[in-house]
């Protein structure tokens, strides 16, 4: 336990970790939070993703739309086709 900081750049370890994580999830994303449109990227594997893994194929139809609004995201017309 003598190597334990808590010299955290932004603050805490979550907002540290949550950092970490969404620049490799996603720079475009992290570079601009607030683009206009997010479209989906491969996320690994077999896996496409949108935002920072709100996963496309391990997750329902009802459950993707559920959460959009909670990201700000809004799905056009065109795409639910």
């Given at each position: ?64 739309n559920n959460s959009l ?13």
């Amino acid at each position: 336990m003598l190597t334990l900081h808590t010299n955290y750049t932004l603050g805490s370890y979550q907002a540290d970790r949550d950092d970490f994580l969404e620049r490799r999830e996603n720079l475009p994303l992290y570079n601009d939070p607030t683009a206009p449109s997010v479209p989906p990227h491969f996320d690994g594997g077999s896996s496409i993703a949108i935002g920072f893994g709100l996963d496309l194929l391990n997750n329902s139809i009802a459950s993707i739309n559920n959460s959009l609004p909670n990201l700000n995201l809004i799905c056009s017309p065109s795409a639910m086709r």
